[in-house]
């Protein structure tokens, strides 16, 4: 009876990301979308309330990026993939 083994390489980005229990979704501040959006978009996607969501829009806009929702890496994926199809420029940290 043979036993094959088959190895597989990853890089090491792969491993450290794969070892983080907790990653944010960030959302980056851009030349595009209107404050409104942001806004609404924090509203109806994530369940900020509106003062929080402006907060969040303020936050961008004055430093560049802000972290929006904490979680597992696949729950990271599915939300950038709905706020980016928003239009929104948001990536998983």
Not at 39 to 50: A, F, G, K, P, S
Not at 55 to 68: P, R
């Amino acid at each position: 009876m043979s036993t094959e083994t088959k190895e597989e390489t990853f890089t090491l980005e792969e491993i450290l990301t794969s070892l983080k229990t907790v990653h944010r979704l960030i959302l980056w501040n851009d030349d595009v979308n209107t404050f409104d959006h942001v806004i609404w978009c924090m509203m109806r996607y994530l369940d900020y309330n509106e003062a929080q969501a402006e907060k969040i829009a303020w936050e961008v806009h004055n430093k560049g990026k802000c972290a929006v929702l904490e979680g597992s890496f696949t729950e990271m994926e599915v939300y950038r993939k709905i706020l980016q199809q928003e239009g929104l420029t948001v990536s998983v940290d």
